[in-house]
């Protein structure tokens, strides 16, 4: 079985410009998270999707973050315009169904914001 | 809100050596808890889970007893190796899979 996949793997930008990252979740899985782990500190939960409607979104800073889950497969998160204290990993995770069942994670996207 | 509380690191310890992680959390209600483990390079992976009060989980000789009293989710291995070396995240959940969060973190280094 495949894992989750993210893209690209890093990515450094200047401040004020844009960026998105794109996951693709473990065949199946109806739920999608997307966290933002910065140094030193445990992930934090920006949005939680339940096959594509938004289950979560409250720590989503909605004035630059965005994020979509067409399909319901497939999902994006952009940021625009990007700020340095965004500089982070940004982790994306599936889970069979919205329940305590284990989150599978991606490898993460390493965002330099200069 | 919610919160999960972690003991600092990095913990060091020599190999077959006794663990405990500490891991409090504050929340209204009775939130599911987890542990989450990060070796070098890789991502993160779910260790071990208890979803009510005294449940205890267990996973690769690790340990942890879910009480409420307390409001605590210790983590324990009586004897540690050196691949046991990583990050170990505590976390707590709601409503079935909603409201994640996550501790800052504890590294664990094991030395031979």
């Known amino acids: 079985e495949a894992g989750v996949a993210q893209s690209p793997r890093y990515k450094i930008i200047e401040k004020r410009q844009s960026v998105a990252f794109w996951c693709n979740p473990i065949?199946?899985?109806?739920?999608l998270y997307w966290y933002q782990q910065i140094l030193g500190q445990g992930p934090k939960l920006l949005i939680q999707?339940?096959?594509?409607?938004?289950?979560?979104d409250s720590q989503l800073p909605k004035d630059r973050f965005s994020a979509e889950r067409l399909k319901g497969v497939d999902s994006t998160l952009k940021i625009q315009p990007a700020k340095l204290e965004d500089s982070a990993v940004y982790l994306c995770?599936?889970?069979?169904?919205?329940?305590?069942?284990?989150?599978?994670f991606g490898p993460g996207t390493r965002l330099t914001v200069l | 809100g919610n919160s999960v509380t972690q003991m600092e690191g990095p913990v060091t310890l020599s190999e077959e050596a006794f663990l405990t992680i500490n891991c409090t959390y504050t929340?209204?209600?009775?939130?599911?808890l987890f542990w989450y483990v990060q070796y070098p390079g890789e991502g993160l992976q779910l260790l071990l889970k208890?979803?009510?009060?005294?449940d205890k989980g267990s996973n690769k000789g690790f340990e942890a007893t879910y009480r409420k009293e307390t409001t605590s989710f210790h983590l324990e291995k009586g004897s540690v190796q050196v691949s046991d070396s990583a990050v170990y995240f505590c976390?707590?959940?709601?409503?079935?899979?909603?409201?994640?969060?996550f501790g800052p973190g504890t590294r664990l280094s094991v030395l031979p």
């Open positions: 208890a979803t009510k009060a005294d």
């Open positions: 929340a209204t209600g009775y939130p599911s």
């Open positions: 995770a599936s889970s069979r169904i919205l329940s305590n069942n284990e989150q599978f």
């Open positions: 976390a707590l959940s709601f409503n079935y899979g909603q409201n994640f969060v």
């Open positions: 999707f339940q096959n594509n409607g938004v289950v979560d």
């Open positions: 065949s199946g899985h109806a739920t």
